[in-house]
C-alpha cells in the first residue's frame, strides 16, 4: 500500500486508487499519514478535526471515523489495516508501505550529496525524480489543522530548495539556455526568492543575453524595494558588478 500526499490525498494498491470523500475523515487520515510512525492523540486529531470548538461528542465520532478508516485501509490492504490503536490515541504503521514524502526526502538527500561531491549529472537527475512525485499542492484542499499545515509548510520550502540545487546542478552542465523559460516562470512566481533571480540573471548572461541579465537584476531591485524596502543581497550585487563588467571569467558558472 501507498500512501500519497504531495497533491491530494489517495493511497494507492497496485492499480486500485482509494480516496477519502468525507472532508473530516480525510482531514483525521492526513494528520495521521503526515505523523506516520508516531502516534497521533485524541486531543490533536480532535484539534485537526475542530479547532477549538469541537463538538460534544467529539471522542464518539472520532471512533467512527477511526473504525470507517480502518475498513477502507483493511479492504486495499487485502484485510490487514495499518491503524492500530496505541495510547493516547491511534498511529498508522506503514509496514511495508510506502510514502511519497519519504521517497522525496530521500531522493533530495541523495541530490544534495551528488552536488557536493560534484557529481551535478547525478544531482540533477535526482532533483528531477524528487520533483517529479508532486501532483500539486500538499494534500490539496486540506488546510487549517496544524499538523498539516506545519507539514505543508516544510514540504513546500523543501521542494523550492530542490528546484533551487536542481537549477544548480544544470547551471553547472552548461543548460543555461533550456534554464531561461522555466527561470522566469519561477520569478514570476516567487518574486521574494533572491536565489531564482540570480540563476535567471546566469543563465541569460551565459545565453548571450546580456541586456536583459542586466534588466532582471533591476527588476528585482525594483520588486524588493516597492514589497520591503530593501536592496539585493550581496551576490546579486557582486553578479551585477561581474556582467556589467563584461568579464566572462569573473562570472561563475553557478553558486
Known amino acids: 500500500m501507498r500512501f500519497e500526499i504531495l497533491g491530494s490525498l489517495r493511497i494507492t494498491d497496485g492499480k486500485d486508487v482509494f480516496t477519502v470523500t468525507a472532508p473530516k475523515m480525510e482531514a483525521l487520515l492526513a494528520a495521521m499519514v503526515v505523523r506516520a510512525g508516531d502516534v497521533v492523540s485524541m486531543d490533536q486529531m480532535c484539534t485537526e478535526i475542530w479547532g477549538d470548538a469541537p463538538p460534544r461528542r467529539a471522542v464518539a465520532t472520532l471512533h467512527v471515523y477511526i473504525s470507517q478508516l480502518r ?10 489495516g495499518p491503524i492500530v490503536t496505541r495510547f493516547p490515541g491511534y498511529v498508522l504503521e506503514l509496514g511495508d508501505g510506502s510514502l511519497d514524502a519519504h521517497e ?11 552536488f557536493c561531491a560534484g557529481r551535478y549529472q547525478d544531482a540533477s537527475v535526482a532533483c528531477g525524480r524528487a520533483l517529479a512525485l508532486w501532483r500539486g499542492t500538499v494534500l ?34 552548461g543548460r543555461h ?22 540563476q535567471l540573471m546566469l543563465a541569460l548572461y551565459r545565453s ?29 550585487h557582486e553578479l551585477h558588478q561581474q556582467i556589467l563588467a563584461d568579464d566572462e571569467s569573473r562570472v561563475p558558472a553557478a553558486a
Not at 484542499?141 to 544544470?170: K, Q, S, Y
Not at 520588486?223 to 520591503?228: A, G, I, N, S, T
Open 208 to 236: 548571450d543575453r546580456r541586456a536583459d541579465a542586466l534588466r532582471a537584476f533591476q527588476r528585482v531591485r525594483s520588486v524588493l524595494d516597492r514589497e520591503l524596502g530593501i536592496t539585493p543581497c550581496r551576490s546579486l
Open 71 to 80: 475498513k477502507l485501509l483493511g479492504g486495499a490492504d487485502r484485510g490487514h
Open 177 to 198: 539556455r533550456e534554464l531561461v523559460g522555466p527561470l522566469y516562470a519561477l520569478v514570476n512566481k516567487h518574486p521574494l526568492i533572491e536565489a531564482f533571480h540570480r
Open 140 to 173: 490539496g484542499e486540506l488546510r487549517g489543522g496544524p499538523i498539516v499545515d506545519e507539514f505543508a509548510t516544510w514540504a513546500e520550502e523543501t521542494r523550492l530548495e530542490c528546484v533551487e540545487l536542481g537549477n544548480e546542478a544544470d547551471l553547472m552542465l
Open 104 to 114: 522525496f526526502q530521500r531522493l533530495a538527500g541523495q541530490a544534495r550529496a551528488a
